[in-house]
């Protein structure tokens, strides 16, 4: 029996048992009074299957599939009035059909995180088609004194005011067609935010890699007057100097935001991107929700990334680029081309069934790929998600790309999720 069919029987023996299972409870572990300690533990099985363009030096395997399986134990508490705490342990099984061409991005990368002293993960068992790991991704202490709240530890930041990209997303991203953004990779820092007036705020964060220079420090000064808000970033990540704005508002039944950040880099940029040390990122975005049935929300968003390659025939050469494809990996870039076009909407159908899409499209090269997605969830403790990645545009040539997604396999997604 191959990887994938494999993969497909275990998913569905899981998807009977679970359906059949009692609703979820909270585990509550210790209560007294505002004190308390839970855990919450999650369990994912995902199916990935891919038909990529017939092209062998990027895609050994046309046909392809990957498993993966993830057990996540999520402890969080406040045993003192004005101190909480969170630890998060995973385990993640990844078995494939064959290694892996052109990374697509929709499972999370199995690479390190940034912004970690130690990144705190380990092998468990490893093949040539297969791998299993487990990593310690949260491990924080947060003290709560009114104006001021400081976090320690392994945690997750996000910052800025887009949907699906972010000009001021310093802290370990998201990449644009990930499925499963439930938990953002948490990094090793130290957060503080303090309210300043009633309208006003400040965050600083640093966030520590295993030297200075692949640490990061930032902060933020965030302020709003009736439906206007808007933050001031100022920082230094990994040797680059940065400088962003950010703000939204809301336009009658509509809503609308933006980002802007400037970066000086310590050094100039591979020629594929450009080749300078002066690089803009922006986002330009909007929102609306139709009254159609329960409601229908539209996100539209426009991405420009002074990181991304020019020309998708430079994609590869780029790439290979050391210092370049750390910045990749780090998520720097968060799209691989400098401009995209992102169209998403959600409606929901009944409380158990939600569908909605997400389209990407290059104003580049008109290449893209369209995502419908649909969930189930049979009770509280389970969903069963199915997403489709229809790309389309020019195909690669050997090593040398024709366009920003035409490269990109035609793939199908299932996922099912436990929770307790």
């Known amino acids: 029996m191959s990887v994938g069919a494999r993969a497909g029987r275990l998913l569905l023996i899981a998807a009977a048992l679970a359906a059949s299972g009692p609703p979820a409870q909270a585990r509550e572990l210790w209560s007294e009074g505002d004190r308390s300690?839970?855990?919450?533990?999650?369990?994912?099985?995902?199916?990935?299957?891919?038909?990529?363009?017939?092209?062998?030096?990027?895609?050994?395997?046309?046909?392809?599939?990957?498993?993966?399986?993830?057990?996540?134990?999520?402890?969080?508490?406040t045993p003192w009035t004005p101190i909480s705490f969170g630890a998060a342990y995973e385990q993640r099984l990844v078995v494939a059909s064959s290694a892996a061409g052109l990374v697509s991005g929709i499972l999370p990368r199995n690479t390190p995180a940034p912004y970690r002293i130690w990144q705190l993960d380990w092998s468990i068992a490893q093949a040539p088609n297969l791998q299993w790991?487990?990593?310690?991704?949260?491990?924080?202490?947060?003290?709560?004194?009114?104006?001021?709240?400081?976090?320690?530890?392994?945690?997750?930041?996000?910052?800025?005011?887009?949907?699906?990209?972010?000009?001021?997303?310093?802290?370990?991203?998201?990449?644009?067609?990930e499925a499963d953004r439930e938990w953002r990779r948490g990094v090793d820092a130290v957060r503080v935010d303090v309210r300043l007036a009633e309208r006003f705020s400040t965050e600083v964060v640093g966030a520590f890699g295993p030297d200075i220079g692949n640490s990061c420090f930032a902060g933020r000064l965030r302020g709003f007057a009736g439906d206007v808000d808007g933050e001031l970033v100022l920082g230094w990540r990994a040797q680059d100097l940065l400088a962003g704005f950010t703000t939204s508002a809301r336009l009658g039944g509509a809503a609308a935001h933006a980002e802007l950040a400037y970066f000086r880099l310590p050094a100039p940029l591979p020629p594929g991107a450009g080749g300078g040390r002066d690089v803009l990122k922006a986002v330009l975005g909007a929102s609306y929700s139709f009254q159609v049935g329960n409601g229908l929300p539209v996100w539209l968003e426009y991405h420009y990334s002074g990181?991304?390659?020019?020309?998708?025939?430079?994609?590869?050469?780029?790439?290979?680029?050391?210092?370049?494809?750390?910045?990749?990996?780090?998520?720097?870039?968060?799209?691989?081309?400098?401009?995209?076009?992102?169209?998403?909407?959600?409606?929901?159908?009944?409380?158990?069934?939600?569908?909605?899409?997400?389209?990407?499209?290059?104003?580049?090269?008109?290449?893209?790929?369209?995502?419908?997605?649909?969930?189930?969830?049979?009770?509280?403790?389970?969903?069963?998600?199915?997403?489709?990645?229809?790309?389309w545009g020019a195909k690669p040539t050997g090593l040398a790309l024709a366009s920003v997604y035409g490269a990109l396999p035609l793939s199908g997604y299932v996922q099912l999720a436990i929770f307790d």
Do not use: C, M
């Open 37 to 77: 300690i839970a855990l919450l533990t999650a369990l994912k099985s995902t199916l990935l299957v891919t038909n990529a363009p017939t092209d062998p030096e990027l895609y050994p395997e046309e046909v392809g599939a990957e498993g993966l399986w993830r057990l996540r134990l999520d402890l969080t508490g």
């Open 133 to 177: 790991s487990q990593e310690i991704d949260r491990a924080y202490v947060a003290l709560h004194l009114a104006p001021a709240e400081i976090t320690v530890g392994r945690q997750a930041i996000g910052w800025g005011r887009a949907v699906l990209f972010g000009a001021v997303d310093l802290f370990s991203p998201f990449n644009a067609l």
């Open 307 to 391: 990181f991304g390659v020019k020309e998708p025939e430079q994609v590869i050469p780029t790439l290979a680029d050391p210092a370049y494809l750390k910045r990749y990996l780090r998520g720097d870039t968060q799209i691989i081309g400098q401009h995209v076009i992102a169209l998403t909407a959600n409606y929901e159908a009944s409380p158990e069934v939600t569908v909605g899409g997400l389209a990407l499209v290059s104003p580049v090269d008109g290449s893209g790929v369209v995502a419908p997605n649909a969930t189930w969830r049979p009770s509280d403790r389970v969903s069963l998600q199915a997403i489709l990645y229809v790309p």
